[in-house]
């Protein structure tokens, strides 16, 4: 690796590319901004690039390891030659060891000046940040004006809620004592420029290396999963939702894996499983379903250490594939009897040579179709609505027929709705979301000392903001990925909500009723 050096004249240089006797050095993490504008490897040997953008940032970086009693440091802008495919290759399986070996990484928010800011930080929503993340032993968060935020201990719970790590991950070092559907799941939602690189920016978290093959397109996250079945016999792998009536043994993106932050492997020691002419080889037990398919049981663990299954469909002798796919998991009781397992083949749904494998490239975006027409004919009214911010948009064009839009951008965002009763003067709060690609909701009160927009925007606290002497603070309610939840009212009624899944797997129904208890 080649590390930088800020000269006493304010000048950067550049170290030999080091192989041995490495010096102590931070690292930079940040979001690459338009590539004109950042600083690369030719533009520090032929001494331009300070009028770029990245140059501040390069030089900010530089200075504040020099306050640390640092000498050096890296920046993958201008210390890679990307121009050669062999040194980029080895750059890149070599990423997660040189943010793990550093002294101290420091993360830049270029669109981040208030802690308030940090929740929509593309910084979380990008797929380098998340092995940048994990590796680094120290940590330190620093605004777009390069004035210290924190360090990720102490911002550890604000950083879990929006990622959806666990925070002693966050605290200790990151080891290999989660599942890899665990580590996928994190990486669920994340966005890459390159469609390559959402599989090559995993290859350490996951303890692999492999050669990049840019315009390989989807195929890559494919190949990322079956290297690592050369190092793990861990099932989560097989673990994923998605759609398609019929598929092969592997998941087409890290999204796939979103459901699996509490999936575990099995505690068993299972049997060696590879990939053939004839598709996955692996030994699973088979269980007959009501449809004539099977439910072929995994050696791994939902949260309620109950064994996890696929569903297969037989087309022909030892030969099967993935189907309803995007159903929940079917899990095991503890007191059923397994069947010994037998060898099967998971083949793709189709040849590869004929270009159907591919994911068709969705619509950004979750839709929420809220009916409430139960609600009116009980005599509560929409009052307003409110969301915290301008990614998320709520569409009442229908509101007096009963109906309502909630439209979300990204995971972490949420809205909220206010009834009232005018006759009773009763009125309740609904807010609903996307958190750690998961749905959620929750039907709440206002305070007499509450706005209804101050209620609304207490789901998402920033920790400076949070009352962690108050346990009853409404961000405490939503984590749980509640999809039905009721309210008592007065006269003997309550309010109930529930969501269910819409036409398409963005796409969801939300009902509000308000009925007689009982």
Known sequence: ?????????????????????????????????????????????????????????????????????????????????????????EAI?????????????????????????????????????????????????????????????????????????????????????????????????????????IAYCLLGLLGVNMPLMYGEGPRAFERLQQEYMKISTDHSLFSWRGSGAERGPFARSPTEFRHCKDFTAGKGHSLEFSMTNRG?????????????????????????????AIYLKEVRPEVYRRVRCIEELPRIDRGETISTPKTVYIEPAVPRTLGRDRSMPQKDGYSFRVDFRAALLNGFCLEQHHSPDDKTQWNVTHSNEGFSVLAVDSSGQYGGLQFDNTGSGEQFVVILGIHNWNVWLD??????????????????????????????????????????????????????TSINSGESERQFKVEILVKVNG
Request: hydrophobic letters at 35%; a negative charge; aromatic letters at 10%.
């Open 1 to 89: 690796m080649r590390l930088l050096q800020l000269k006493s004249d304010g000048e950067l240089s550049l170290t030999k590319d080091l192989i041995k006797n490495i010096p102590p050095y931070a690292i930079l993490s940040h979001t690459w901004g338009d590539d004109e504008e950042e600083v690369t490897f030719k533009d520090l040997l032929e001494g331009s690039g300070k009028t770029k953008t990245g140059y501040r940032k390069i030089r900010f970086c530089g200075a504040q390891a020099a306050s640390n009693g640092l000498q050096h440091f890296w920046v993958d802008t201008c210390c890679i030659d990307k121009t050669n495919n062999t040194e980029l290759s």
């Open 443 to 496: 039907i709440t009160d206002i305070g007499t000392d509450e706005t209804f927009e101050s209620v609304v925007e207490e789901y998402y606290h920033y920790r400076k903001a949070h009352d962690y002497n108050n346990d009853k603070c409404r961000c405490q309610s939503q984590w749980m990925g509640l999809k039905r939840v009721s309210k008592p009212l007065s006269r003997g009624m309550s309010v109930y």
């Open 280 to 308: 996955l080889r692996i030994d699973l037990p088979l269980m007959r379903v009501e449809d004539g398919n099977f439910a072929a049981v995994l050696d791994c663990l939902g949260p309620d250490n109950r064994r996890l």
């Open 93 to 197: 399986n070599s990423m997660f060891n040189w943010y793990q070996d550093a002294d101290i990484c420091y993360v830049y928010l270029s669109d981040v000046h208030n802690y308030s800011d940090i929740d929509s930080s593309r910084w979380f929503r990008r797929g380098w940040t998340l092995q940048e993340l994990l590796a680094p032993e120290s940590m330190v968060f620093f605004n777009n004006d390069w004035e210290e935020l924190d360090t990720r201990s102490n911002m550890s719970p604000t950083i879990s809620r929006i990622t959806g790590i666990p925070r002693r991950v966050l605290l200790l070092d990151f080891s290999g004592e989660f599942s890899v559907a665990q580590v996928m799941s994190w990486a669920a939602g994340r966005e890459t420029t390159r469609e390559e690189d």
